[in-house]
């Protein structure tokens, strides 16, 4: 009975623990969370003169854009013209052109992308808890006070920019994404071009390492708020 006894008692303890753990956990992710989509929100400046040079440089020219429309330009007044791609092509093709890319940089800072980022990550963060216990290990260390080593927390930052990233990506290689790129205009040149998510990465790349630098240059244990 004596043991019997014994083992619910550290039973109950451990429950109590990992409940403190995950907590703290939670409270630590969701702060850092924030933190990495604020700053990928202001690093991302999308302009119509960037999609220009990373089409470009993907291999589109206006006189490619021309040929899959049948578009011809001479006979456009210049009114209706705009320069872009290393040439000239109607302004209303170059508005369609543009347009996902410009509705990806208001996305990004919108809060249904906020929402979206976040249930993917808890979902992709269940999982890596359940693989390795490391971060959960740390943010219950970090709660209650004890000593975590500057490695350990690098290492469960690291892993913590790890899942964020990997959600983002494929966020953008979902259908929220690919459906802004249905048009007829997109239709025509998409064969003209490099897959839609390495075109995207082009763009997103230096936002995307900014928002990781910062969390990978900060102290995991900030996170927490009062109270822990």
């Given at each position: 009975?004596?043991?019997?006894?014994?083992?619910?008692?550290?039973?109950?303890?451990?429950?109590?623990?990992?409940?403190?753990?995950?907590?703290a956990l939670?409270?630590?992710?969701?702060?850092?969370?924030?933190?990495?989509?604020?700053?990928?929100?202001?690093?991302?400046?999308i302009?119509?003169?960037?999609?220009?040079?990373?089409?470009?440089?993907?291999?589109?020219?206006?006189?490619?854009?021309?040929?899959?429309?049948?578009?011809?330009?001479?006979e456009?007044?210049?009114m209706?013209?705009?320069?872009?791609?290393?040439?000239?092509?109607?302004?209303?093709?170059?508005?369609?052109?543009?347009?996902?890319?410009?509705?990806?940089?208001?996305?990004?800072?919108?809060?249904?992308?906020?929402?979206?980022?976040?249930?993917?990550?808890?979902?992709?963060?269940?999982?890596?808890?359940?693989?390795?216990?490391?971060?959960?290990?740390?943010?219950?260390?970090?709660?209650?006070?004890?000593?975590?080593n500057?490695?350990?927390?690098?290492?469960?930052?690291?892993?913590?920019?790890?899942?964020?990233?990997?959600?983002?990506?494929?966020?953008?290689?979902g259908?929220?994404?690919?459906?802004?790129?249905?048009s007829?205009?997109?239709?025509?040149?998409?064969?003209?071009?490099?897959?839609?998510?390495?075109?995207?990465?082009?763009?997103?790349?230096k936002?995307?390492?900014?928002?990781?630098?910062?969390?990978m240059?900060?102290?995991?244990?900030?996170?927490?708020?009062?109270?822990?």
């Amino acid at each position: 009975m004596g043991q019997e006894l014994s083992r619910r008692v550290v039973s109950r303890f451990r429950h109590a623990r990992e409940r403190q753990d995950t907590e703290a956990l939670e409270a630590l992710t969701d702060y850092w969370v924030d933190e990495f989509l604020d700053e990928l929100g202001r690093q991302t400046r999308i302009t119509e003169q960037e999609i220009s040079d990373v089409l470009r440089g993907q291999g589109l020219t206006a006189d490619a854009v021309n040929k899959a429309l049948g578009t011809n330009t001479k006979e456009a007044g210049a009114m209706n013209l705009v320069r872009a791609l290393g040439g000239f092509i109607l302004k209303s093709v170059w508005h369609m052109i543009v347009r996902p890319f410009l509705a990806i940089g208001k996305l990004i800072v919108s809060s249904s992308f906020r929402t979206e980022i976040k249930t993917a990550f808890k979902r992709a963060l269940n999982h890596e808890v359940r693989a390795s216990k490391h971060m959960l290990s740390v943010a219950g260390r970090l709660a209650r006070g004890e000593v975590v080593n500057k490695q350990e927390r690098k290492s469960a930052m690291r892993q913590l920019v790890g899942i964020l990233t990997k959600s983002v990506f494929l966020y953008f290689a979902g259908p929220n994404v690919a459906t802004l790129f249905k048009s007829g205009v997109w239709k025509a040149i998409s064969a003209l071009l490099a897959p839609l998510d390495e075109i995207l990465l082009v763009f997103l790349d230096k936002p995307i390492r900014a928002a990781s630098q910062k969390l990978m240059s900060a102290d995991l244990g900030l996170g927490l708020p009062a109270g822990f």
